[in-house]
Nanobody, 117 residues
Framework: QVQLVESGGGLVQAGSSLRLSCAAS????????MGWYRQAPGQQRELVAT???????RYTDSVKGRFTISRDNVKNTASLQMDSLKPEDTAVYYC???????????WGKGTLITVSS
């Protein structure tokens, strides 16, 4: 099994920055994808960004140019640097990991980001 723990959530003003971190532990595949998803009240959970073991990245259009995902394959951690935050970024952010060969999803408990205007 894999356990994921997020940290770094909080209340910030629009235009400011915040950095989220995710620490993975347990039986982690050497080939995996880590990512960040978010869910606003009354909304479906959506993908924010993903990063592979080989450091290939993808972002949803609404965060391109503002958010940066990174990872450390030795420490089994992933981070999300969020700049120029907007009120519409307000959500619970979840860390995700899926690994070879079965590509089973593992999720953190989530951390709340609130962006005030």
């Amino acid at each position: 099994q894999v356990q994921l723990v997020e940290s770094g959530g909080g209340l910030v003003q629009a235009g400011s920055s915040l950095r989220l971190s995710c620490a993975a532990s347990g039986s982690i595949s050497s080939i995996n994808v880590m990512g960040w998803y978010r869910q606003a009240p009354g909304q479906q959970r959506e993908l924010v960004a993903t990063i592979t073991t080989g450091h290939s990245t993808r972002y949803t259009d609404s965060v391109k140019g503002r958010f940066t995902i990174s990872r450390d394959n030795v420490k089994n951690t992933a981070s999300l640097q969020m700049d120029s935050l907007k009120p519409e970024d307000t959500a619970v952010y979840y860390c995700n990991l899926r690994g070879a060969p079965n590509w089973e999803d593992f999720w953190g408990k989530g951390t709340l980001i609130t962006v005030s205007s």
